[in-house]
C-alpha cells in the first residue's frame, strides 16, 4: 500500500542552525501539507503546497519557514534558523485530490530537537 | 479564529459504544474530519463530513450538524486496539490563500481509554 515517507525519524540541532525536513508523498497525488504537533498537543497547520507553489499557509509560516518540491518526488521543509521552540513533531502529509473526503495521507514524522 | 472543542479524555469498556463530541467556532467551514492518531503515531483518516447527518464506516460513524456547529464520533463495539487520541479536526478559509490545498485546523483531541 503506497504511503508518505519522511527523513530524517529524529533531527537534533543546535538554535540558529538550518535544518531540511524531506518527504516523499504518495506518487499520484496532488496537494501537499506540512504540519507540526509539539509534544503533548494538537497538530497545526504550517502550510499547503499545490501545482509547485504555496496554496495556504498558517499565522505559524513565517519568513524563518520555507517549502520546495526540488524534484518529481520529494517534498521539503526548511527553518532556516531554529529557535528552542521549533522543538516538535513534523508530519507532512497528502492528498490525492480536492474529493469528497478531502482525506489527507500522514507520514511517520520527523521528531526535531532543537537544543 | 477557529476554536474546536472536544474532552480531553474518555473511559470505555471493551465491546461497548462511546462518543466523543466536537464543537467549532470558525470563520468560514468546509467540513469536518476525524483522525485517529496512536502514541508516537502519525494521525490517521477515520472520516469526513460535509453536509448534515451521519456517516458510518464499519465500527465508526461520524455525524454533523452545521446549524448547530457540532460533530461527534462514535465507535461501536470497542477493541483495546482502539486506544487511542481521536483529533476533530475543520477545513476552513485562511488568511492566505492561493486556492487549491486546504489545511486542516485540529482540535486538541480526545484521548480515548478502552478498559477490559
Known amino acids: 500500500e503506497p504511503e508518505v515517507t519522511q527523513t530524517p525519524s529524529h533531527q537534533v540541532t543546535q538554535m540558529g542552525q538550518e535544518v531540511i525536513l524531506r518527504c516523499v508523498p504518495i506518487s499520484n497525488h496532488l496537494y501537499f501539507y506540512w504540519y507540526r504537533q509539539i509534544l503533548g498537543q494538537k497538530v497545526e497547520f504550517l502550510v499547503s503546497?499545490?501545482?509547485?507553489?504555496?496554496?495556504?499557509k498558517s499565522e505559524i509560516f513565517d519568513d524563518q519557514f520555507s517549502v520546495e518540491r526540488p524534484d518529481g518526488s520529494n517534498f521539503t521543509l526548511k527553518i532556516r534558523s531554529t529557535k528552542l521552540e521549533d522543538s516538535a513533531m513534523y508530519f507532512c502529509?497528502?492528498?490525492?485530490?480536492?474529493?469528497?473526503?478531502?482525506?489527507?495521507?500522514f507520514g511517520p514524522g520527523t521528531r526535531l530537537t532543537v537544543l | 479564529g477557529q476554536s474546536l472543542e472536544q474532552p480531553s479524555e474518555v473511559t470505555a469498556v471493551e465491546g461497548a459504544i462511546v462518543q466523543i463530541n466536537c464543537t467549532y467556532q470558525?470563520?468560514?467551514?468546509?467540513?469536518l474530519s476525524w483522525y485517529q492518531q496512536h502514541d508516537g503515531g502519525a494521525p490517521t483518516f477515520l472520516s469526513y463530513?460535509?453536509?448534515?447527518g451521519l456517516e458510518e464506516t464499519g465500527r465508526f460513524s461520524s455525524f454533523l450538524s452545521r446549524s448547530d456547529s457540532y460533530g461527534y464520533l462514535l465507535l461501536q463495539e470497542l477493541q483495546m486496539k482502539d486506544s487511542a487520541s481521536y483529533f476533530c479536526?475543520?477545513?476552513?478559509?485562511?488568511?492566505?490563500?492561493?486556492?487549491?490545498?486546504?489545511?486542516?485546523?485540529f482540535g486538541k483531541g480526545t484521548h480515548l481509554i478502552i478498559q477490559p
Open positions: 479536526a475543520v477545513r476552513v478559509p485562511r488568511m492566505y490563500s492561493g486556492g487549491g490545498a486546504d489545511g486542516l485546523t
Open positions: 470558525t470563520s468560514g467551514f468546509y467540513g
Open positions: 502529509a497528502s492528498s490525492e485530490a480536492l474529493g469528497q473526503s478531502n482525506e489527507q495521507f
Open positions: 463530513n460535509a453536509l448534515d
Open positions: 503546497f499545490y501545482n509547485n507553489e504555496i496554496s495556504e
